[in-house]
């Protein structure tokens, strides 16, 4: 059985740096083909996605957002960390983990429930 | 980057009724794209990938259909349980992207 959770602080504030750890269970990042990415939903707004990281390490961002974001993990914990830099209000969201296979399309086919980050002034 | 523009960006439907949304991609995607349902409060559940290929689960009045750069997600005999919104995802290259979004309410 596969789930994902996150876990972070609810209120950031103004500037800081925001920390979010998925914890996963149920698959392996060190398999082949398994990847675990971060998207968000402002609130009122639609999905974003933000970044992946793969079994391999390799690592992709939004291009709006690349110079703000790091992604990594520890495989032995079975966490995949984001870290965002210099907050502002439009980072208010609910921020998702989900994973991807490889298989076909590579859909995101697991998704945590979301941790909701408001950024304070 | 690839952009992802659905349409429309809200409908309201009967239930019973048959809904279509559309997602084009800016460039060819081949089949690289995934459709998802999110209601307020729940985590965001895979319906189609690979443009037409029903996850496991997933009701068959859900379906999808095309390639390249225009796809459909068709409800038919739409249901109470699917007034939710609905996105379509491109997984052809990163940055993977979604599009902005379909609402469905209720007539």
């Known amino acids: 059985q596969v789930t994902l959770k996150e876990s972070g602080p609810a209120v950031v504030k103004r500037t800081q740096t925001l920390t979010l750890t998925c914890t996963f269970s149920?698959?392996?990042?060190?398999?082949?083909?398994?990847?675990v990415s971060w998207i968000r939903q402002p609130p009122g707004k639609g999905l974003e996605w933000l970044a992946r990281i793969d079994w391999n390490d390799d690592k992709f961002y939004t291009t709006s957002l690349k110079t703000r974001l790091t992604i990594s993990k520890d495989t032995s914990k079975n966490q995949v960390v984001l870290t965002m830099t210099t907050l502002g209000p439009e980072d208010t969201a609910t921020y998702y983990c989900?994973?991807?296979?490889?298989?076909?399309?590579?859909?995101?086919?697991?998704w945590g429930q979301g941790t909701l980050v408001t950024v304070s002034s | 980057d690839i952009q992802m523009t659905q349409s429309p960006s809200s409908l309201s439907a009967s239930v019973g009724d048959r809904v279509n949304i559309t997602c084009r991609a800016s460039?060819?995607?081949?089949?690289?794209l995934n459709w998802y349902q999110h209601k307020p409060g729940t985590a965001p559940r895979l319906l189609i990938y690979?443009?037409?290929i029903s996850q496991s689960g997933v009701p068959s009045r859900f379906s999808g259909r095309g390639s390249g750069t225009d796809f459909t997600l068709t409800i038919n005999s739409l249901q109470p349980e699917d007034f939710a919104s609905y996105y379509c995802?491109?997984?052809?290259?990163?940055?993977?992207?979604f599009g902005g979004g379909t609402k469905v309410d209720i007539k």
């Open positions: 995802q491109q997984t052809y290259s990163s940055p993977l992207t």
């Open positions: 460039q060819k995607i081949d089949f690289y």
């Open positions: 989900a994973r991807s296979a490889r298989y076909s399309s590579m859909p995101l086919d697991y």
């Open positions: 149920g698959f392996s990042l060190s398999n082949s083909g398994m990847r």
């Open positions: 690979a443009a037409s």
